[in-house]
């Protein structure tokens, strides 16, 4: 059986609450906070971008003001740019295909609760396709 951590990083409904999941956010928070506080031609921004995506490559370049939930949701299949202050919901999968350009202050948001106040203060979390 899965954990809510691995449900939550193959794009599968998970509870919002789980220690696991809480934690993993807070580390993602923390290495959010260190890229877009290191001086851009520091080496360590990349190492922080490789440790927070799935596919990056030389060829992908994140500005500053970029923040994300969990980061591992988010896939890239070739170069890319991502603009200054970008938002990336990836509680669901992310793909950003070969040479994309996504411009400054662009919100991807693939995420979604459930409506209902109650089942969402349980921690409810439901996915719908698009």
């Given at each position: 059986?899965?954990?809510?951590?691995?449900?939550?990083?193959?794009?599968e409904q998970f509870s919002r609450r789980d220690a696991g999941v809480v934690h993993f956010q807070m580390k993602v928070k923390e290495l959010l906070?260190?890229?877009n506080h290191t001086n851009p031609l520091d080496s360590r921004r990349t190492e922080i971008?490789?440790?927070?995506?799935?596919?990056?490559?030389?060829?992908?370049?994140?500005?500053?003001?970029?923040?994300c939930v969990f980061g591992k949701n988010i896939h890239f299949k070739g170069?890319?740019?991502?603009?200054?202050?970008?938002t990336f919901l990836d509680s669901n999968i992310i793909t950003i295909g070969h040479c994309a350009l996504?411009?400054?202050?662009?919100?991807?948001?693939c995420t979604n609760h459930t409506l209902d106040a109650e089942e969402r203060l349980r921690g409810g979390f439901v996915i719908s396709q698009l």
């Open positions: 059986m899965k954990t809510e951590l691995e449900k939550a990083l193959s794009g906070y260190e890229f971008i490789k440790e927070l995506v799935t596919g990056y490559n030389e060829y992908v370049f994140i500005e500053d003001g970029f923040k170069t890319a740019m991502i603009n200054f202050d970008c996504i411009g400054p202050g662009c919100n991807i948001i």
